[in-house]
Structure formats: structure tokens, C-alpha cells
Nanobody, 118 residues
Framework: QVQVAESGGGLVQPGGSLRLSCAVSGNIDTIYAMGWYRQVTGKQRELVGLIEDGGRVRYADSVKGRFTAARVVNTVYLYMNSLKAEDTAVYYC??????????????WGQGTQVTVSS
């Protein structure tokens, strides 16, 4: 019922830029938070940038000053600048939906690969 469609990954050289996009559709209810996580094989999925209720944005220390998350209604973007090799990962879009009875549900995109390499 809820669909999360993300795109924008690819191969980029160190120092380059990419923009990831995530469009959410379906029975969304109320979106409490929307943003991005990333995961490297063999490691835990980690927060990249999350837009929380009220518009506050929380970033991982490793991307502060380089990445920007932005939300336009039901679409969230991740602008990635000054990319480093250590940014290589599968990036996942996440939304948190709050139901009328105050229960939270997480929805994830399929993931898009970002590879930073010369």
C-alpha cells in the first residue's frame, strides 16, 4: 500500500556529487520522519540524514557539511557533495509513518548503490 521509490545512485569520482531522490506514494497517513540511511556489506545500517517531525534534520557526523537532506511534500532528496571513497554504500530511503493510534511504522526503499572510486 505504501511505496517507496528511490533513484540516483551510481559511480562517481572522489570529490564529485550526486543527488538521490525518494518518492513516497500510497496510503501514507502522517509521515513523522523521512530520510536516508546507508549500509556497507558486513556492517550495520547507519543514519545518514533524517528529517524529523517539525523539520529538524539529523546528520551523521561523517557527512555533516557535505550532505544535505531536503523534503518536498512526499519526496525526499539527498544532495551529496565532496564525496569520499568511504561514502561507498547502498543508500536506503526511510519513512516513519504514525497512525491515528500513535503507532509508528517504518518503510524502506529498495536501496540504491553509490560507489565513489577513481
Amino acid at each position: 500500500q505504501v511505496q517507496v521509490a528511490e533513484s540516483g545512485g551510481g559511480l562517481v569520482q572522489p570529490g564529485g556529487s550526486l543527488r538521490l531522490s525518494c518518492a513516497v506514494s500510497g496510503n501514507i497517513d502522517t509521515i513523522y520522519a523521512m530520510g536516508w540511511y546507508r549500509q556497507v556489506t558486513g556492517k550495520q545500517r547507519e543514519l545518514v540524514g533524517l528529517i524529523e517531525d517539525g523539520g529538524r534534520v539529523r546528520y551523521a557526523d561523517s557527512v555533516k557539511g557535505r550532505f544535505t537532506a531536503a523534503r518536498v511534500v512526499n519526496t525526499v532528496y539527498l544532495y551529496m557533495n565532496s564525496l569520499k571513497a568511504e561514502d561507498t554504500a547502498v543508500y536506503y530511503c526511510k519513512i516513519v509513518v504514525v497512525t491515528a493510534d500513535a503507532h509508528e511504522y517504518d518503510y524502506w526503499g529498495q536501496g540504491t548503490q553509490v560507489t565513489v572510486s577513481s
